[in-house]
């Protein structure tokens, strides 16, 4: 339950809304107490008068006229509780997927997407139940029962009402007791499907590996496990559960019978007329549903607590990566990038990625880092970008240390194609101008010329218009590399990084695409990353990495002459490339 009040803030803004809402709902709760009264009196009317038309019409016209009134104040309720609770469930996505946007790469790296989701679906809308359906149930249930008990002890017979009530406290030891394996049983269940959503993901996302090695059956079989698990689960849940109705409606059943014994008895004994036996026994049925709600509002408010408890677990979560202390805008960066004695290991990790790593570029110049895979070249271009924090000191901007730049200002500054070319279920232009949302088609286009794509683009039906598939499926390997290499272009930023962004293409495409980059690159800082001397050979300044550490330096003929890893890694392209010219 205290899980709830962590939403202080959204309830101190919207609690005009909630006060309105039950206030509608106790106008309506007043009402429904009228009916019964008025059942009464015509009773004990046409027991002693006998039964007219006037009469008939009078009471009936008394009767339609407060359900007139109940359903209009229904209506009220509805809006103010349930449409605030709409809100909060707004308010909680909202905030949850901003929150979501703030957590560093490594969170991501430990959590599962379907996780993840199941946190946004299932967990908020069992918050919101608790606190829309819920709160109706709490404020009915406990006014309906005070004021039924209250008419009941001062306007028919006290005895009969402390007689007939008499089964009515077993219900609530009963109600708190299965209240709390409820909350127990409904964490397991949300657990199991967080699992059951990520499996479902996972396989849909990688659909064609299954299918490419005819393992349909065998995620079917982990399927129906985890499936099985989730429906154990809820059984689990519902053999609590399930002993709830059962138990009110056998409770309110002895408080019937005692009303219509003790009370039967003391109308043929005078006792009592018979209308104010009518009126009770009506006020007594409408204690039925304030007894019902009780089990609803424990399973209800149990599971949003649950629910809440879990997301609050993950809204406390951190970013690692967060603008460093004294950060301040600069007025403009240039590119000038220097590593000083940096040494890096993986968040959780002492294994280090990278070992005393000491570069200096200025403003304009090119970079290339080439190296066996693992050597860490990608890593030194996700440090650069702070999607993992380097040691303090160890990597300048234009002088400036990376932690005193604003997160948001550094990766503006920074156009990046990296290895795994991500690329949205938008259009082919939206995903181009993804930097730059403003940019017009004609820019657009530019850039496609520029990356080699736009001949590509122009043979789809709806050209820019395309829309493509999840993670760009609708693409090749190399047109997605060549859109990414696109969107790059159109951000125009400072620093430009290219990680690995050729290996998809032909080498002939690789050529013209650089040939292009040539004159956009013009007074830009550029870090080229590839496995393919010929992508880096025209580069000013050259590194040669290995198990993350430098071990060549220069530009290509310097390296060449030396005769060591870079020239080995050139002579086997050179080889490679002989023998694929002459197959």
Known sequence: MKELFTLRDFYKTNKWAYILGILWLLGTDLLQMITPRLLGQFTDTVQSQGATPGLIWKYANLIVLVAVGVALFRFLWRIYILGTARRLEYYIRD???????????????????????????NDINAVRASMGIGIVMLVDSVFLTIMAVVLMLTTIDWKLTLIALIPLPLLALVALGLGRQINVRFRVVQETFSRLSERVQENISGIRVIKAFAREKAETKRFSGIAGDYILA??????????????????????????????????????????????????????????????????????????????????????????????????????????????????????????????????????????????????????????????????????????????????????CVPQDNFLFSKTIAHNIAFGRPGASLPEIEKAARAARVYD???????????????????????????????????????????????????????????????????????????????T????????????????????????????????????????????????
């Open 536 to 583: 880096v050979k025209d580069a000013g300044q050259i590194v040669v990495l290995k198990r993350g550490e430098i071990v060549e330096q220069g530009t290509h003929q310097e390296l060449l002459e030396r005769g060591g890893l870079y020239a080995d890694l050139y002579e086997k392209q050179q080889l490679e490339e002989k023998l694929a010219s002459e197959g």
């Open 95 to 121: 905030k949850l997927f901003k929150h979501l946007q703030t957590l560093s790469p490594s969170f991501y790296d430990h959590r599962k997407t379907g996780d993840l989701m199941a946190h946004g679906t």
């Open 456 to 534: 590509d683009i122009e043979e789809f039906l709806f050209k820019f218009d395309t829309v493509l598939g999840e993670r760009g499926v609708t693409l090749s390997g190399g047109q997605k590399q060549r859109v990414s290499i696109a969107r790059a272009l159109l951000k125009n930023p400072s620093i430009f990084i290219l990680d690995d962004a050729f290996s998809a293409v032909d080498t002939q495409t690789e050529e013209a695409i650089l040939l292009e980059l040539k004159p956009r690159l013009k007074g830009k800082t550029a870090i080229i990353i590839s496995h393919r001397i010929s």
């Open 234 to 415: 809820n059984m689990h849940l519902i053999r609590v559960w399930g002993l709830f109705d059962p138990l009110v409606f056998f409770i309110s059943s002895l408080s019937f019978i005692i009303a219509l014994v003790y009370g039967g008895g003391m109308v043929m004994q005078g006792a009592l007329q018979l209308g104010s036996l009518v009126a009770f026994i009506s006020y007594q049925q409408m204690l039925t549903w304030p007894m019902i709600a009780i089990g609803w509002v424990i399973n209800v408010i149990q599971r949003g607590s649950a629910s809440m408890g879990r997301l609050n677990v993950l809204l406390g979560e951190q970013p690692e990566i967060k603008d460093g202390p004294g950060a301040m805008p600069v007025e403009k960066i240039s590119g000038k990038i220097e590593f000083r004695n940096l040494n890096f290991s993986y968040p959780g990790t002492h294994i280090p990625v990278l070992k005393n790593i000491n570069i200096s570029l200025l403003p304009g110049e090119t970079l290339a880092v080439v190296g066996p895979t693992g050597s860490g070249k990608s890593t030194l271009a996700a440090l650069l970008l702070r999607l993992y924090n380097p040691p303090p000191g160890t990597i300048f901007i234009d002088g400036i240390d990376i932690y005193r730049i604003p997160l948001e200002q550094l990766r503006q500054a920074i156009g």
